[in-house]
């Protein structure tokens, strides 16, 4: 990492096209995005926190890059070669919801990604099948959104990873219900 300052000229960008959507649906993409967010990276560091050939690593910046999803924020010469540093361009990226029948790419990743947790690793996953009012759910949304925000303002850089992946639904036509 650089070790920079850096802080995403916006604050949301809104993933709309469908350039953007397959961006974001790749996990390979989510975890590069997962590396920016702790600061701006070179090719070669994201390719090394991945554990990608950096091949790989520069296709998947340029997709992002394409996108609109990542930019180069700043440039250094070593041994005569331009070695750029990518950042986010937003400090959130917002995604539509799911089209009827299709998976969230959110809740996806965070099942890709929760497979990859050592087993002996801290975690906490749950499911429960309620029956609520439109009061208490209205409610319980607000507080769970609450906690989420919270959990994220007391984020503490150089500390380990840790991940909160939340689906509070109704749940359709062939669920459990």
Not at 40 to 61: C, D, N
Not at 73 to 82: L, P, Q, W
Request: hydrophobic residues 40%; charged residues 30%.
């Amino acid at each position: 990492m650089t070790g920079d300052d850096y802080v995403p000229p916006d604050e949301t960008v809104h993933v709309r096209t469908t350039e953007q959507l397959r961006a974001v649906s790749n996990l390979v993409r989510h975890r590069v995005l997962a590396v920016l967010r702790d600061g701006p990276a070179t090719i070669t560091q994201i390719a090394a926190r991945l554990e990608l050939a950096k091949g790989s690593s520069s296709y998947h910046v340029r997709v992002l890059e394409r996108a609109g999803l990542v930019r180069v924020v700043r440039t250094k010469k070593v041994r005569g070669v331009v070695e750029r540093y990518y950042g986010m361009a937003a400090k959130v990226v917002s995604l539509p919801d799911p089209a009827p029948g299709r998976r969230d790419v959110l809740m996806q990743h965070a099942i890709d990604d929760l497979a990859t947790a050592p087993v002996d690793s801290p975690r906490l996953v749950r499911m429960r099948h309620l029956r609520l009012s439109e009061a208490r759910f209205a409610e319980f949304e607000r507080r769970l959104s609450e906690l989420v925000d919270e959990m994220h303002a007391a984020r503490e850089p150089g500390e380990a990873a840790a991940t909160v992946a939340v689906a509070f639904f109704r749940p359709g036509e062939g669920a459990a219900r």
